[in-house]
């Protein structure tokens, strides 16, 4: 059973590593006098991922940010040489900086790189942070065991990226879609903790509304949902075309004659390049995910972020830039299912189809078909919009781009590492 999981998680494109690395879970048992313990202080790291993730957000807003924080809208100017700047000098500085800093010490200030990357505007997601925290505070836990530092890197990595998206089901299948491999009963209730935690702090601190705005939608016909099955399709074709976009990237920046320390210095030359002619694929581009979803946007745009994000994303990630991959595939996605959209309902005109629904299956179809995680795109859909009508859609979508993905992939396992490694 084990096997046959793993089979259908590995392979895709890591949120952040070493998050979905394939890993193998240790499953000594844990003495019956520490799971209270262990179960209260997932609540208390949930929260404290939670609060970070919000002091991150605030410090990021309350400097010029490029990053594209939801509900924040920016006003890049094109040929602008401060956009051009900017990722190059933030990424400079902190290369340089971890050019004497000790092994323990990067790896410690891992997270930070990551928002200071991010708001400088390299293109992704602030799920990495959010994703790296956990495991990089668990490392320095000198007492607790092997199996409870993961448990608990879990549970307040639930607790963050619920806090950060408002969808602690979509967090909760997320995590146990790439890290809770065997599936125990203890891990599962600390991340079901982790995420209920973040969901309470999300509303208390930023209230019950949508972290991403749709309009109202009609129920869709069968006719509609063969449509968004075939631009499931397309998408999960193009999400095998970013997996080898990023592999190809990597093995180019390897062939570089220097340091792989200074590879993010050259990523950010060529995101500065691209951003100074096309400022709009800074950033995590959050707020980009609110035109694509009321249909604010042009064919223009739409190919920019869906040709532009993809390519920066496969850079940043393959140059060793840390950051999430779920916000590049998210806006990449939502624009090549609006652009599909476009051309199906050309071609076929007695086909009613929604563009906002078309945005949103877009967007979690590239997720579930990249990430190659299914219930959680699906759950994550209806958690960020709050559209109950988008159901029947996202999961056609969806499951249509996870299935050309694990078909096409290569279904040889690879052999387990153990991520006791990296939080030991």
Same mark, same amino acid.
């Given at each position: 059973?084990?096997?046959?999981?793993?089979?259908?998680?590995?392979?895709?494109?890591?949120?952040?590593?070493?998050?979905?690395?394939?890993?193998?879970?240790?499953?000594?048992?844990?003495?019956?006098?520490?799971?209270?313990?262990?179960?209260?202080?997932?609540?208390?790291?949930?929260?404290?991922?939670?609060?970070? !993730?919000?002091?991150? &957000?605030?410090? &990021?807003?309350?400097?010029?940010?490029? *990053?594209?924080?939801?509900?924040?809208?920016?006003? @890049?100017?094109?040929?602008?040489?401060?956009?051009?700047?900017?990722?190059?000098?933030?990424?400079?500085?902190?290369?340089?900086?971890?050019?004497?800093?000790?092994?323990?010490?990067?790896?410690?200030?891992?997270?930070?790189? %990551?928002?200071? *990357?991010?708001?400088?505007?390299?293109?992704?997601?602030?799920?990495?942070?959010?994703?790296?925290?956990?495991?990089?505070?668990?490392?320095?836990?000198?007492?607790?065991?092997?199996?409870?530092?993961?448990?608990?890197?879990?549970?307040?990595?639930?607790?963050?990226?619920?806090? @950060?998206?408002?969808?602690?089901?979509?967090?909760?299948?997320?995590?146990?879609?790439?890290?809770?491999?065997?599936? !125990?009963?203890?891990?599962?209730?600390?991340?079901? @903790?982790?995420?209920?935690?973040?969901?309470?702090?999300?509303?208390?601190?930023?209230?019950?509304?949508?972290?991403?705005?749709?309009?109202?939608?009609?129920?869709?016909?069968?006719?509609?949902?063969?449509?968004?099955?075939?631009?499931?399709?397309?998408?999960?074709?193009?999400?095998?075309?970013? $997996?080898?976009?990023?592999?190809?990237?990597? %093995?180019?920046?390897?062939?570089?004659?220097?340091?792989?320390?200074?590879?993010? +210095?050259?990523?950010?030359?060529?995101?500065?390049?691209?951003?100074?002619?096309?400022?709009?694929?800074?950033?995590?581009?959050?707020?980009?995910?609110? *035109?694509?979803?009321?249909?604010?946007?042009?064919?223009?745009?739409?190919?920019? &972020?869906?040709?532009?994000? #993809?390519?920066?994303?496969?850079?940043?990630?393959?140059?060793?830039?840390?950051?999430?991959?779920?916000?590049?595939?998210?806006?990449?996605?939502?624009?090549?299912?609006?652009? +599909?959209?476009?051309?199906?309902?050309?071609?076929?005109?007695?086909?009613?189809?929604?563009?906002?629904?078309?945005?949103?299956?877009?967007?979690?179809? &590239?997720?579930?078909?990249?990430?190659?995680?299914?219930?959680?795109?699906?759950?994550?859909?209806?958690?960020?919009?709050?559209?109950?009508?988008? #159901?029947?859609?996202?999961?056609?979508?969806?499951?249509?781009?996870?299935?050309?993905?694990?078909?096409?992939?290569? $279904?040889?396992?690879?052999?387990?590492?153990?991520?006791?490694? $990296?939080? %030991?």
């Amino acid at each position: 059973m084990k096997g046959i999981f793993q089979l259908f998680i590995k392979g895709g494109i890591p949120i952040s590593a070493p998050v979905n690395m394939e890993t193998s879970v240790p499953v000594n048992p844990i003495p019956g006098k520490n799971i209270p313990v262990l179960l209260f202080m997932s609540v208390v790291v949930a929260a404290v991922a939670a609060m970070i !993730t919000q002091g991150g &957000m605030m410090a &990021m807003r309350a400097l010029q940010t490029y *990053s594209g924080l939801p509900g924040m809208s920016r006003d @890049l100017d094109e040929h602008d040489i401060m956009v051009l700047l900017i990722p190059v000098i933030v990424t400079f500085a902190i290369v340089v900086f971890l050019r004497y800093a000790g092994e323990k010490t990067r790896q410690l200030l891992r997270p930070v790189q %990551s928002f200071l *990357s991010i708001n400088a505007g390299i293109p992704l997601g602030l799920e990495g942070p959010v994703a790296d925290l956990p495991f990089v505070v668990a490392g320095q836990v000198k007492k607790a065991g092997v199996r409870e530092k993961q448990i608990l890197a879990a549970a307040a990595m639930a607790g963050g990226i619920t806090y @950060l998206f408002g969808s602690p089901l979509a967090a909760i299948a997320l995590i146990i879609e790439l890290l809770m491999v065997e599936l !125990t009963c203890m891990g599962i209730t600390a991340v079901i @903790l982790g995420g209920g935690t973040g969901m309470l702090l999300h509303y208390w601190l930023t209230g019950s509304e949508p972290v991403f705005m749709m309009p109202e939608v009609t129920t869709a016909g069968v006719p509609a949902l063969l449509g968004y099955t075939v631009t499931g399709v397309l998408i999960g074709l193009v999400a095998v075309l970013a $997996k080898k976009m990023i592999n190809g990237t990597g %093995s180019l920046f390897r062939k570089l004659p220097f340091d792989k320390l200074w590879w993010p +210095v050259v990523a950010a030359i060529i995101t500065g390049l691209l951003g100074y002619f096309t400022p709009e694929v800074l950033g995590a581009g959050y707020e980009h995910i609110d *035109s694509l979803l009321l249909g604010q946007v042009t064919l223009q745009f739409l190919v920019v &972020m869906a040709v532009g994000k #993809l390519l920066l994303m496969s850079i940043a990630v393959g140059s060793g830039i840390p950051g999430g991959t779920i916000a590049p595939l998210l806006v990449s996605g939502g624009a090549l299912g609006l652009f +599909v959209t476009f051309l199906l309902q050309f071609m076929f005109p007695g086909v009613q189809l929604n563009f906002a629904l078309a945005a949103l299956v877009g967007m979690t179809a &590239m997720f579930a078909g990249g990430n190659r995680v299914l219930p959680a795109a699906i759950l994550f859909a209806i958690e960020t919009t709050h559209i109950t009508n988008a #159901l029947l859609p996202v999961i056609c979508g969806c499951t249509a781009a996870y299935l050309v993905v694990f078909l096409l992939a290569k $279904k040889k396992l690879a052999q387990p590492a153990v991520l006791a490694e $990296k939080i %030991s």
